[in-house]
């Protein structure tokens, strides 16, 4: 589930971090760099966990209003959204399960931010149709939670807020860690009941090497690194350059020179759109002529030895 895209982000982060704080330990850094990665796959597990806590929750609702309904003899409410097949699979997920049994973080603790979410499902327009449909299949019901995540909880700032409270590393982690909640609900299916697996933590062990490697490369070649930047800013203003762009730089110079099988115009285009976030409103168009430079430079003098490829695309 830990993509390449997340760990440029976490590197970034982590590396402008290290050379703030005094104590500049390697071997702690990198420790720091891999727990703040685990973090992600925790947020992974608490959102999947945030629709079963809403099922409970509407389950309650649910219960109430059945024995009102058998007490004044008034109309019986619907059991779709209670017995929805998906969510019901998801709740009985034996990784899930086993996963957030070994965390004191449970949505147990912000009941309001769970009712206050189903409250707002029930009155939405897509709660509705799916009640009103006749279709009763597990398709169906799979493609309701999937909608109810795009609108519901990918944008909440309610949400945000207090998942920030909970962990200083979910500041960033959300927007990507959505897309692996949704690519999770797409592959579930009723054959597999229970035993339906959930994304693994990395894709593989390369991934792993790819976040110990990039990291420690940056780290340890740092005056190499800013040597071929000083050598090629003769057309920049290289003396005004913020801070994070010379760290996001000398990342992307540690992946060009270390990762033979990237290409060079996908590592340049990846860093200037982490300077779009983390640098100055000017950083990605710098960072974009500066790389472009410093790869033409390495590759003329054999220090690169992989071809310069498409031009990175304009910022």
């Not at 390697?26 to 973090?39: G, H, M, Q, R």
């Not at 795009?150 to 807020?161: A, C, G, P, S, Y």
């Not at 035993?195 to 090497?209: A, M, S």
């Amino acid at each position: 589930m830990i993509n390449r895209e997340l760990i440029r982000i976490k590197i970034v982060q982590l590396t402008y971090a290290y050379y703030q704080n005094g104590n500049r330990n390697l071997d702690v850094a990198e420790k720091e760099l891999l727990f703040s990665l685990s973090k992600a796959y925790h947020l992974y597990h608490y959102l999947l966990a945030l629709m079963v806590a809403v099922s409970k929750e509407a389950r309650k609702h649910y219960e109430v209003e059945l024995a009102k309904s058998k007490r004044e003899g008034g109309e019986v409410p619907s059991s779709k959204f209670v017995d929805n097949k998906f969510v019901i699979q998801l709740e009985e997920n034996k990784q899930l399960c086993d996963f957030m049994a070994n965390q004191k973080q449970t949505w147990d603790d912000d009941v309001e931010l769970v009712r206050k979410l189903y409250s707002q499902i029930v009155q939405s327009n897509i709660y509705s149709e799916y009640i009103a449909s006749d279709d009763t299949s597990y398709e169906a019901d799979r493609e309701l939670w999937r909608k109810l995540y795009k609108t519901f909880i990918m944008e909440n700032d309610e949400l945000d807020n207090v998942l920030e409270e909970k962990s200083l590393y979910w500041n960033d982690d959300k927007e990507i860690v959505d897309t692996f909640v949704l690519k999770t609900i797409k592959r579930f299916g009723p054959e597999c009941d229970a035993e339906q697996e959930l994304l693994p933590e990395y894709k593989d062990e390369e991934d792993k090497d790819f976040a110990r490697k990039l990291f420690r490369a940056t780290i340890l070649n740092a005056d190499q690194y800013q040597r071929y930047m000083s050598e090629t800013s003769r057309n920049w203003d290289f003396s005004r350059l913020a801070y994070m762009d010379v760290v996001i730089m000398q990342i992307a110079i540690a992946e060009m020179l270390t990762f033979p099988n990237i290409p060079i115009n996908v590592t340049i285009n990846e860093y200037v759109d982490l300077a779009k976030v983390y640098s100055t409103p000017k950083s990605s168009g710098y960072i974009n002529g500066m790389l472009d430079s410093i790869a033409r430079y390495l590759i003329s003098t054999g220090v690169l030895l992989k071809p310069m490829g498409e031009k990175p695309k304009k910022k």
